[in-house]
T-cell receptor, first 114, second 116 residues
């Protein structure tokens, strides 16, 4: 059974710091891995999607890496801003044909203070 | 803008009183999903539709049902809500890629359900 864990559960940092959020998964047979952002009381916004054949994806100040063999992904946030404050969730898509199931981690709650 | 819309955003119901949550999409995606997210927990897939084909997760209680009358709309029915069903309910959509798998999922803003 696939399990997804995110460390740390919460993080509070001053503005301008570079951050690393961690995601680990127990079964390396994944199709892709996705990072989402969730603002309080809101839905999920997709940030980055990494296919199983890829090593990393970048979007602006965000960089996500994937090491399938070790069951790990990291989300790197450069030069953090107060507007980055949110919960960040990673989710893996299982590599079984015709399944569309995402397995989510419980998230890292990030607070960036001025 | 193309989007996933959920109504209502907040729903209060009484213990045991049936409730229906609504999701609509303008993305014309084939696949629609319903997730349950309890406070400080990960979203958990309840079921999804691939076109008209319904796919129920094995651990989804019978109390939860779904309908998809057309491509654009999908409903979540909770027949007899219990206190433990209070949660955020998230709807998402996706479309198939050329390989038969689906692309990234696009989420609506969610409906927060309170059970009194």
């Amino acid at each position: 059974k696939q399990e997804v864990t995110q460390i740390p559960a919460a993080l509070s940092v001053p503005e301008g710091e570079n951050l690393v959020l961690n995601c680990s998964f127990t079964d390396s047979a994944i199709y892709n891995l996705q990072w989402f952002r969730q603002d309080p009381g809101k839905g999920l916004t997709s940030l980055l999607l990494i296919q199983s054949s890829q090593r990393e994806q970048t979007s602006g100040r965000l960089n996500a890496s994937l090491d399938k063999s070790s069951g790990r992904s990291t989300l790197y946030i450069a030069a953090s801003q107060p507007g980055d404050s949110a919960t960040y969730l990673c989710a893996v898509r299982l590599n079984y044909q015709y399944t569309d199931k995402l397995i989510f981690g419980t998230g890292t709650r990030l607070q960036v203070f001025p | 803008d193309a989007m996933v819309i959920q109504n209502p955003r907040y729903q209060v119901t009484q213990f045991g009183k049936p409730v229906t949550l609504s999701c609509s999409q303008t993305l014309n995606h084939n696949v629609m999903y319903w997730y349950q997210q309890k406070s400080s927990q990960a979203p958990k897939l309840l079921f999804h539709y691939y076109d008209k084909d319904f796919n129920n997760e094995a651990d989804t209680p019978d109390n939860f049902q779904s309908r998809r009358p057309n491509t654009s709309f999908c409903f979540l029915d909770i027949r007899s809500p219990g206190l433990g069903d209070a949660a955020m309910y998230l709807c998402a959509t996706s479309k198939p890629t050329s390989g038969g798998y689906t692309d990234t999922q696009y989420f609506g803003p969610g409906t927060r359900l309170t059970v009194l």
